[in-house]
């Protein structure tokens, strides 16, 4: 299985990445092709709405030269799409906010002059994983709505969320009820 995984948290060794890891590595163990892509260390603009995406109705592309070609590439051959960040303000971080908007102007091509063009991730999936400050349902609703509704307008399949919360930050975040729901989310993506 490919798998890629969209990082997007300020904090390399925080929360999100604690509970990324132990998923990534489950999936690894699996056999799963796993490609990393931290969106704080790349140069990502967010999308002009140009349309130049709409003219190639075959691949999954963008007029903008930065780093975002090689994701768009690697979403494209994926099965799974993971999106790992925590939540701002009931939301996705900016860098990852600017990788979904590009993703679905380049992948969706009834933007342009063809209300009926293809959606080129069409049945692949996509997973959330995320952390908060709030309780779940409070903290990450809106941002696991917001996925939800990416999914359904690129012809996705939403594949869940896995939400964590952190709210002392005298505490460590991970123990290992955290690993352990973080296991078994990877584990359900195994054939």
Same mark, same amino acid.
């Given at each position: 299985?490919?798998?890629?995984?969209?990082?997007?948290?300020?904090?390399?060794?925080?929360?999100?990445?604690?509970?990324?890891?132990?998923?990534?590595?489950?999936?690894?163990?699996?056999?799963?092709?796993?490609?990393?892509?931290?969106?704080?260390?790349?140069?990502?603009?967010? !999308?002009?709405?140009?349309?130049?995406?709409?003219?190639?109705?075959? *691949?999954?592309?963008?007029?903008?030269?930065?780093?975002?070609?090689?994701?768009?590439?690697?979403?494209?051959?994926?099965?799974?799409?993971?999106?790992?960040?925590?939540?701002?303000?009931?939301?996705?971080?900016?860098?990852?906010?600017?990788?979904?908007?590009?993703?679905?102007?380049?992948? !969706?091509?009834?933007? $342009?002059?063809? =209300?009926?063009?293809?959606?080129?991730?069409? $049945?692949?999936?996509?997973?959330?994983?995320?952390?908060? $400050?709030?309780?779940?349902?409070?903290?990450?609703?809106?941002?696991?709505?917001?996925?939800?509704?990416?999914?359904?307008? !690129?012809?996705?399949?939403?594949? $869940?969320?896995?939400?964590?919360? *952190?709210?002392?930050?005298?505490? =460590?975040?991970?123990?290992?009820?955290?690993?352990?729901?973080?296991?078994?989310?990877? *584990?359900?993506?195994?054939?």
């Amino acid at each position: 299985m490919k798998v890629t995984v969209i990082f997007g948290s300020p904090r390399k060794k925080g929360n999100t990445a604690s509970l990324l890891r132990p998923f990534m590595d489950k999936l690894a163990d699996a056999g799963a092709d796993i490609e990393y892509f931290d969106v704080y260390e790349k140069n990502i603009a967010g !999308c002009r709405v140009c349309l130049e995406c709409q003219k190639d109705k075959e *691949h999954i592309c963008c007029a903008v030269d930065d780093d975002m070609g090689p994701l768009l590439e690697a979403a494209a051959d994926s099965e799974l799409i993971v999106v790992a960040a925590p939540v701002y303000l009931w939301s996705a971080p900016a860098p990852v906010k600017a990788v979904l908007d590009r993703l679905v102007y380049s992948s !969706c091509k009834y933007y $342009g002059d063809d =209300p009926h063009g293809p959606a080129l991730l069409r $049945g692949k999936k996509l997973a959330v994983i995320t952390t908060c $400050g709030y309780p779940v349902e409070k903290g990450a609703d809106l941002y696991e709505e917001m996925m939800k509704r990416f999914c359904r307008h !690129c012809g996705m399949e939403y594949a $869940g969320m896995l939400a964590e919360r *952190h709210r002392n930050l005298k505490e =460590p975040f991970m123990d290992e009820g955290k690993e352990a729901r973080a296991v078994a989310f990877a *584990h359900s993506f195994i054939d």
